[in-house]
């Protein structure tokens, strides 16, 4: 099971679209991927086209995104409090909450904003 980030999203389905081809390999290798409202929320705040949004629709439909309840409030909150320079990481570290409740491996193209993040385990290649 994966978790989605912001990252992957725009990279696969915006601009050059570099990593639409590793998003529907895992889809086709029959990976589980998560969206979560709080990446739909940063997705849909920026500016999109419509065929943009068609194709977030087409792989990850807003209706199937996964909420964030209280346990990630919860899981979200220790992590603030976990990690060096929390403040302005609010929303990373509510992303990182929703993979480690449900035990899925986060999938981002920004290592560098989860690498202090007790226990997250990462899918996907590493990009800068």
């Given at each position: 099971?994966?978790?989605?980030?912001?990252?992957?999203?725009?990279?696969?389905?915006?601009?050059?679209?570099?990593?639409?081809?590793?998003?529907?390999?895992?889809?086709?290798?029959?990976?589980?991927?998560?969206?979560?409202?709080?990446?739909?929320?940063?997705?849909?705040?920026?500016?999109?086209?419509?065929?943009?949004?068609?194709?977030?629709?087409a792989l990850?439909?807003?209706?199937?995104?996964?909420?964030?309840?209280?346990?990630?409030?919860?899981?979200?909150?220790?992590?603030?409090?976990?990690?060096?320079?929390?403040?302005?990481?609010?929303i990373d570290?509510?992303?990182?909450?929703?993979?480690?409740?449900?035990?899925?491996?986060?999938?981002?193209?920004?290592?560098?904003?989860?690498?202090d993040v007790?226990?997250?385990?990462?899918?996907?290649?590493?990009?800068?």
């Amino acid at each position: 099971m994966i978790v989605l980030d912001t990252s992957v999203l725009i990279d696969g389905l915006t601009g050059l679209k570099r990593s639409e081809s590793a998003v529907r390999g895992a889809l086709a290798d029959g990976e589980r991927i998560l969206l979560p409202a709080l990446v739909l929320y940063e997705w849909l705040r920026g500016p999109r086209l419509a065929q943009e949004l068609a194709a977030q629709e087409a792989l990850c439909p807003a209706k199937s995104a996964i909420p964030f309840g209280t346990e990630e409030a919860i899981v979200s909150a220790d992590l603030y409090r976990a990690v060096r320079r929390a403040r302005n990481r609010e929303i990373d570290l509510a992303i990182a909450a929703c993979a480690l409740v449900r035990e899925a491996r986060l999938w981002t193209l920004n290592h560098a904003d989860f690498q202090d993040v007790p226990g997250i385990r990462f899918y996907g290649h590493r990009s800068a």
